[in-house]
């Protein structure tokens, strides 16, 4: 399994948690591991650990999409949006692994994907501005 799909199932996964309460969350993320064929233990360990290090730095990441999105906080936008944004920020902010480059182009694939009409130009702006200030 590829780092591009491996991201989309840790999108999911935060999507996921947006219509489950908290404590319900590792029943439900053991069903959607269960759900998916073939997957490598050391896959699941990986997207599993990255999205709880996403959740560990929650308040940071959506404190900086509050901050870069003017007239957008993060309780007002689409729960598809904010959490490929949560997942971006992520990876610009705090993994090492992935450039920042990639981490909006991604986002931006995602938002095309699972978003609406305007969801893959509103994240990429966000997350452009959010570059600038980082770099």
Known sequence: MGRR???EHIFKLLFLREFNPSEEMPDQIRMYFESLEELAPINEAYMQNKYEKILEHLD???GTLNQ?????????M?????NILRLAVYEMKYD???PVKVAINEAVELAKKFG????????????????????
Do not use: H, P
């Not at 870069?68 to 007002?76: H, I, L």
């Not at 009409?117 to 570059?131: C, E, M, R, T, Y």
């Open 5 to 7: 799909e491996m991201r």
């Open 60 to 62: 940071e990441i959506d």
């Open 68 to 76: 870069a999105s003017s007239g957008w906080k993060v309780s007002r």
């Open 78 to 82: 689409s729960k598809v949006d904010v």
């Open 96 to 98: 090492e692994d992935v």
């Open 116 to 135: 609406g009409d305007d969801s893959s130009s509103f994240v990429n702006g966000i997350l452009g501005k959010i570059a600038k200030e980082l770099s």
